[in-house]
């Protein structure tokens, strides 16, 4: 049985690492030099119903690598490259998952790692870190793996375990269009959140029933064009977004958690991908949220 190594212990890797050990699934952690020294903490998930999971894992720093079996990546966009310059050992055969949010690290991640396979993950369950090691998991959602090089297509038998733990977790030759997907869910509710310092839910306040619409326009255009035929209807995105406000509504975005707490954001990799990716066409609110967050990260 593969052991599961996940990279990056925010909310959504806690909670991913809890299902799949509730599984019966080995699992551990790739701890960064900040916790090297720390009496490291069991974490304790609070599950759907309420329960508490405390989940006993080994610790694995850096000089471990060499025994990874398949990486989980839910680090930053913006802390990925790094996180992963650190693995020096890592093997060669190892694959490597990237689940971050936002789109435009995949280049990079290809350069740094040639030889392993590479896959991409996109994860809609909702998760929410309430303390270090304290994780409670929000909503249930849907879990896409798909390849992002030659190697990475022999892979595909990752999703029954995954499946199996998470309920939902299929195979996608087109992985970036779930990429997309959450990326455009990410580019209209994350700055908009941010900006406002408000919960998820409180999107659906009249007062910005406007702001909400606009963007939503600008968004779904700049990702239906670049989806072509496979592009969903702007009503059904509509309803995407609505269902995942309302599934979220107590959270906090994460966008709205970094800035709050004075760390980055992932806005380059939202935001700047929507920017980037519009041409012509117009997309003044996502520029201004751009430029909003960007002051305010400086
Ligand atoms: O980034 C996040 O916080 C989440 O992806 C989302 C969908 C905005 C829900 O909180």
């Known amino acids: 049985m593969t052991e599961w190594t996940i990279l990056g212990a925010g909310a959504l890797g806690c909670v991913i690492a809890g299902q799949l050990h509730q599984k019966g699934e080995r699992v551990g952690f790739m701890l960064s030099e900040r916790h090297r020294g720390h009496f490291h903490p069991n974490l304790d998930l609070i599950t759907l119903s309420g329960r508490h999971q405390l989940i006993q894992s080994q610790p694995r720093f850096p000089e471990h690598a060499r025994n990874v079996e398949c990486l989980l990546v839910f680090t930053k966009a913006y802390h990925v490259l790094d996180a992963l310059k650190e693995l020096q050992h890592l093997p060669k055969t190892t694959p490597v998952i990237l689940f971050n ?61 995954l499946a199996c733990a998470l309920e939902h977790c299929e195979w996608s030759d087109d992985i970036a269009l779930h990429q997309r997907r959450k990326l455009a869910i990410n580019a209209v509710m994350n700055p908009l959140t941010a900006h406002h310092n408000v919960t998820n839910g409180q999107l659906l306040e009249p007062r910005f029933n406007d702001v909400l619409e606009q963007l939503n326009d600008e968004v779904y255009q700049v990702i239906s064009r670049l989806d072509g035929s496979e592009a969903e209807t702007k009503d059904a995105f509509r309803r995407r977004l609505h269902k995942v406000i309302e599934l979220t509504a107590t959270n906090h975005s994460s966008m709205q958690q970094d800035l709050i707490h004075g760390r980055a954001t992932e806005i380059d990799y939202i935001t700047g991908f929507i920017l980037e990716h519009a041409n012509d066409i117009p997309v003044p609110v996502s520029q201004q949220l751009y430029d909003e967050i960007k002051r305010r990260e400086a």
């Open 101 to 161: 949010n936002g789109m435009g690290i995949t280049e990079q991640v290809k350069a740094l790692l040639p030889d392993n396979p590479l896959l991409a993950g996109v994860c809609s369950h909702g998760a929410m870190k309430e303390q270090d090691w304290l994780v409670r998991h929000t909503g249930k959602g849907e879990t896409w793996l798909g390849p992002l090089n030659e190697a990475g297509k022999a892979w595909s038998h990752l999703v029954k375990p």
